[in-house]
């Protein structure tokens, strides 16, 4: 993985990023970087490697579910400073719609609509939807009704089952349990009908488990 020219902002989301190496990290180009021997600098490319990996994992696999109308949120719990990263990403792809991330402990709100952000760390994920849901207007609060979430659940699943693609070992390389935990995640392996009901179930079981954790 190349070192990118702003690697100095994934190195300070580091969880073990200090004001040292950030200084030291200011002295050299990310060229110089790349092929440098010095302890420091092979500390310091493991932790942007480190975070960078931890971002595309989990701007790929966090799930968004439906609150309401205005809010939508999931389960993240990372290793790295990355969650308001990653709640901003997530909102640019949903302008005018509050994204919520968080577990058990705190959480992350982004909205983004035209060219201004608004952003709020807070407490628990229930919490602060139970915050926006008493604050939001009774209509927007109400969902409207729309497609059958279990056919279009299932017409997703047999759309991406390939058993000749399934390959483990590199899902398991590529996407360690830890990040999978990270990002809410329960897949289920080796079955074709998947119901929407076994998913939730899996959800449900895995947020309970972070929940006491």
Known sequence: MKIPG???????MHRECNERLLVRAKEIPENDLEVSLDRDDIRIKKMVRDVLGEVHR???????????????????KPRHRIAEYICD?????????????????????????????????GSGLNQTLERLKAALPDDAVACKPG??????????YDSQYCPERKNLLAYHK???????????????QNKKNVTLDDFFVSSLSSAGEHNES
Do not use: K
């Open 58 to 76: 989990m701007r790929a696999f966090v799930r968004l579910s439906t609150c309401c109308d205005l809010v939508l949120f999931g389960y993240l």
């Open 147 to 156: 497609p059958d979430p279990e056919t279009l659940w299932q017409a997703y």
């Open 174 to 188: 590529n996407m360690p349990r830890r990040d999978q935990e990270a990002a809410g995640l329960r897949l289920v």
């Open 89 to 121: 990403h997530l909102a640019r792809r949903n302008a005018g719609i509050i994204v919520v991330l968080g577990n058990g402990s705190e959480s992350w709100a982004c909205l983004c609509r035209g060219s201004r952000v608004w952003r709020d760390h």
């Open 6 to 12: 702003d690697f100095l902002f994934y190195l300070s």
